[in-house]
């Protein structure tokens, strides 16, 4: 990073007048301590001086700073597809050129916007980005996200500047609003427009049509189209998928239409037709013109519920078991409507006339994920009503532990320990090569993540991912975390060239370690493997050892004959996924491989355990059943209606939000239930479990009017009474259920004597929405449950299309609001790293805490200069004596040696003087002996030990004369002298002595 040289500076300067205060305190301090001395008194003012600058310069808040010096561009992509693909690439290029003109210090980051934002780039030194957009669908313009979203990913070490490429015309959110909040973190705004004007474009602005009506009623439709010029056509209709004949009288379909440059209203009447949801959809289709070339918004639609009797949706699975269920619903005059695999609802809306829906043994993996989603709010939200019948591929063994539909049943679809079966083993082996990008790898990681909920918490489940080389994402271990599993699976990264067998051999080794129980391997790759041989010998050891492996090819790319082969080899199953979205279908129902244990078959005497469910009101006993799967209670709400032996639910029943839901763990067909077909009572039990969870039906007392502008939906609700008049409500509730499941809470208030009104905006953008009305009249008790009213509202989906021309003048604006440029096709390097107007960050380190130390040094030492006074020669002294006392134990050594040396010379005297006659004592004396017979060494430590003794024993009688008669007595030796030096002293005299009496031992001898 490159950075500015050092700066030091104060942040709040003006506090530094506070130093002049120093001037007056040292005059107060000379004059009024003058009793300390000249030093002291010149010390404590000096003191007293630095410490007010110092407080003074703390004050000021003294600081080093540095300033970068480098740029990031982060340019903002539209992706939506309003834009002619033959700009954006224009303005890729014309990016790639300026991009390869970057300062080598900057860096350059790229960000894409559609429907939503998301980074194409991070920030760094490259400048090469993808030129294709593999996360957004361009479905919307949402720029404001893309310039919120661009200024969290700015490096903060950075100055930063965006670009924004795109035609101006936003679908959601404030662009401006955004921009004000660049402005204020001094981010300017380039803006490169895109700029384009279609013409001769026909818009269809909307089709109105009521969103309820009555069976046999004429509904209205009133078709709303723009032209910019005229324009000639026919205007087709459809009726839920089927072509409406408006025009009897022409060979042709639909109406021939004469538009004129403006607004254009064309009404026709259509017959409502049997109850149900009527979904219209129109298009105008051009006739004779090259004008016209944008075919999304050529069309509108819109939804009408006709009221009537209800009906049941009953979905089966690939065994078609649903006919006994089906005849009992005909006899007891319930209409059903039946519904094979593939075929379930896909939006909401075509539930919203559906009193309930039952699925017979219908494993997870024939319902996506968002058709589940769909199911729950159906039940939750709606009230509808759910009945889940069992089988093997039902409940836990059909893959439903962990979606969100099992979180509505009155089963636990995971039964407790003491209740499991042989634990099982899946191994998922997931390609993550770099082909395997963008939203292959998103539905990768989705659908790896709902195999690992439909597992048991007891059944162990790793992940392994490679490309090269192969690494656990998650590592082989009991499902119990499910939630720490998923956050690791969605933490995958994006690798490199494609290598199965390191992955194949890592799933082998941790599946050789569980050898009990169901073992099972999905291998998952979009390419051509290295060492397709390896591949083969390693499908031959998992069929040795007994491990089935199901092998999954993405795309046109995948080796599909040797993964055919590797399946083949080990009992597994190959897919071929043309299309990514298939991915969380196909691990699902391979997931449920291993949750076969689940399925419990024997003969067994279900027991009534709660009496006073209406669903089995009215029986007594009933017949034997020769199986079910194994589930567990629920607790809370739902009650087990009907048990095994052994306490396991068969029948049990929930309310679950404003719906209900019923679950039979066993069959409705011969396979466990050939006992209860040949009963009397079978019709009227199934009646009574239909009934009980079929929602009441839906109010008709109120009116309700939606009018659709773009992506803004205003409701309107009218509670008309007789005579003209209006009922009051005492309360009022709304929700609006998009496309995409999300929900939306509409306020309403009242406008008027009976009109209620409220707004909502399809954020999820076009398509059907479910609004989900509940109220109850003023007067009514509050024991009885609200009303329910489910109504339908179309939001066109060609919203991206509706601008027919760049909106320049905004992106002029947003460039002025923040201080950047408006570039043109010729924009170079210099242009788009322009470093006007940006602002580079500083780094700024606080010194008061260190100062503040510092003056805290100063303070103490001016306190001691003025209040302490110190003897200094005292001082001295006391520390000689110190140094002293140390030293005594060194002379006492030395001492005790010259002992010893005296007393070893006593022994050799005495040994050796034995044999010669004493001369007489007044002759000599013993000092005078020694210096005639001893060696000199030994005579003088003897001479200086006797002086030492001499000098420390007491003065007495005895021993005064010979000192006086030898000479004068030494001077006394000063109290600090120690042993030591009484040493040294002894023995210089000695030597003296020894010397002075040199000549007159000569002349004796």
């Not at 600058?53 to 600081?63: E, N, R």
């Not at 700029?195 to 009521?210: Q, T, W």
């Not at 209409?335 to 309930?356: I, K």
């Not at 510092?854 to 209040?867: C, M, S, T, Y």
Request: aromatic share 4%.
């Amino acid at each position: 990073m490159a950075l500015g040289a050092l700066e030091f500076r104060f942040l709040q300067p003006w506090w530094l007048l506070a130093g002049l205060l120093a001037g007056p305190a040292v005059y107060w301090a000379w004059r009024n301590l003058s009793a300390l001395g000249r030093v002291r008194q010149a010390l404590a003012a000096a003191l007293r001086a630095a410490t007010i600058l110092l407080l003074a310069a703390i004050l000021a808040q003294p600081a080093l700073s540095r300033r970068s010096e480098e740029l990031t561009l982060i340019t903002i992509l539209d992706r939506s597809r309003s834009v002619p693909q033959e700009l954006q690439d224009r303005a890729m290029d014309l990016l790639d050129k300026a991009l390869a003109d970057k300062p080598p210090r900057d860096q350059a980051a790229v960000v894409e916007v559609a429907e939503q934002a998301a980074v194409a780039k991070p920030p760094g030194p490259g400048a090469a980005f993808s030129r294709r957009s593999l996360a957004l669908e361009g479905t919307q313009s949402r720029l404001a996200d893309g310039v919120q979203l661009a200024m969290a990913i700015a490096p903060p070490a950075t100055a930063c500047r965006l670009l924004l490429v795109s035609d101006g015309n936003q679908t959601d959110g404030d662009l401006r609003e955004a921009a004000r909040a660049a402005a204020a973190n001094h981010i300017p705004i380039d803006v490169l427009p895109l700029e384009y004007h279609h013409e001769g474009e026909v818009i269809f602005r909307s089709l109105v049509a009521p969103v309820r009506a009555r069976s046999g009623q004429t509904i209205p439709l009133r078709m709303v189209l723009t032209a910019t010029s005229p324009a000639r056509g026919r205007l087709l209709l459809s009726l839920n998928g089927k072509s409406v004949d408006l025009d009897p009288t022409s060979d042709e379909l639909g109406i021939a239409v004469q538009l004129q440059p403006g607004t254009n209203v064309k009404t026709v009447s259509v017959p409502a037709g049997s109850r149900g949801v009527h979904d219209f959809r129109a298009t105008f289709v051009s006739q004779g013109g090259r004008g016209d070339r944008i075919a999304e918004n050529n069309q509108a639609g819109a939804i009408t519920v006709v009221s009537g009797s209800g009906h049941v949706l009953v979905a089966e699975g690939r065994d078609a078991s649903a006919e006994p269920i089906l005849a009992a619903l005909r006899e007891a005059h319930i209409e059903a409507r039946r519904l094979g695999p593939g075929e379930f609802p896909n939006t909401l809306v075509q539930l919203a006339d559906c009193d309930a829906v039952v699925l017979v043994n219908v494993e997870n993996a024939a319902l996506t994920f968002q058709q589940q989603d769909m199911l729950h709010r159906y039940v939750t939200e709606l009230g509808g009503g759910l009945v889940m019948v069992g089988g093997p591929r039902s409940f836990g063994a059909g893959g439903w532990i962990g979606s969100s539909l099992a979180e509505v049943l009155p089963v636990d679809c995971d039964p407790p320990q003491k209740k499991q079966m042989p634990q099982a083993s899946l191994v998922l082996v997931i390609d993550r090569s770099g082909s395997m990008t963008g939203r292959k790898l998103q539905m990768c990681k989705h659908a790896a993540i709902g195999a690992v909920q439909a597992l048991s918490r007891l059944d162990y489940v790793g992940v392994v991912t490679f490309d090269t080389q192969a690494e656990w994402a998650v590592p082989f271990q009991q499902a119990q975390d499910k939630d720490k599993i998923a956050q690791l699976v969605r933490q995958i990264p994006q690798g490199g060239g494609t290598d199965m067998n390191p992955g194949m051999e890592l799933a082998a080794q941790a599946l050789a370690k569980r050898p009990g129980g169901i073992r099972h391997v999905i291998l998952l790759t979009d390419g051509q493997t290295n060492g397709p041989d390896e591949c083969l010998a390693k499908a031959k050891r998992f069929a040795k050892d007994s491990i089935t492996v199901s092998t999954v090819g993405v795309g046109p790319d995948a080796d599909i004959r040797l993964l055919g082969l590797i399946a083949q080899a080990t009992d597994g199953r190959f897919y071929a996924a043309d299309d990514p979205n298939m991915l969380p279908q196909i691990f699902i129902r391979e997931a449920q491989v291993v949750r076969r244990s689940l399925v419990i078959e024997r003969n067994l005497q279900p027991l009534i355990t709660y009496g006073l469910s209406d669903i089995v009101r009215g029986q007594d006993r009933l017949p034997p059943l020769n199986g079910y799967v194994l589930t567990g209670p629920r607790g809370g709400l739902a009650q087990v209606v009907l048990a095994s032996e052994d306490g396991d639910p068969i029948l049990a029943q929930t309310q679950a939000g404003l719906g209900r839901c019923v679950a039979f763990t066993s069959s409705a067909d011969s396979r466990w239930a050939a006992s209860w077909l040949a009963w009397g009572g079978f019709n009227r039990f199934w009646e009574q479990a239909v009934r009980w969870a079929a929602r009441p039906a839906q109010s008709q007392d109120v009116d309700v009017l939606a009018d659709v502008h773009g992506q803004e939906v205003t409701l309107t609700v009218e509670t008309p009474a007789g005579a003209g008049g209006f009922e009051q409500l005492s309360e009022i509730a709304a929700q609006a259920i998009g496309p995409d499941m999300s929900v939306h809470e509409v306020a309403l208030s009242q406008v008027g004597p009976g009109r209620y009104r409220g707004r909502f905006r399809a954020e999820a953008g076009g398509g059907s929405y479910v609004v989900n009305l509940r109220y109850r009249k003023l007067g009514a008790q509050a024991s009885q449950p609200p009303a329910l009213l489910n109504v339908a509202v179309s939001v066109p989906l060609a919203v991206e299309y509706r601008d027919l021309a760049d909106n320049r003048a905004l992106l002029s604006e947003i460039a002025a609001l923040t201080g950047g440029h408006v570039l043109g096709a010729g924009a170079g390097g210099r242009d788009l790293f322009n470093r006007q107007g940006v602002k580079f960050p500083q780094w700024t380190q606080p010194l008061s805490e260190t100062l503040i130390l510092v003056w805290l040094g100063v303070f103490l030492l001016d306190v001691a200069v003025r209040r302490l006074a110190i003897d200094f020669a005292a001082a001295a002294r006391a520390l000689r004596a110190a140094l002293v006392l140390r030293r005594p134990q060194q002379a006492d050594a030395t001492l005790e040696r010259l002992k010893a040396k005296r007393q070893e010379f006593r022994e050799q005297t005495a040994r050796s003087g034995g044999a010669q006659a004493a001369p007489p004592a007044a002759a000599t004396t013993p000092a005078r002996i020694a210096s005639a017979e001893r060696p000199a060494a030994l005579r003088e430590a003897s001479e200086s030990l006797e002086l030492i003794e001499n000098d420390t024993a007491p003065a007495s009688a005895t021993n005064a004369g010979a000192k006086s008669s030898e000479g004068p007595a030494p001077a006394a030796a000063p109290p600090e002298a120690n042993s030591l030096q009484q040493l040294l002293k002894a023995k210089r005299q000695a030597r003296q002595r020894l010397n002075s009496r040199s000549p007159d031992s000569t002349g004796e001898h």
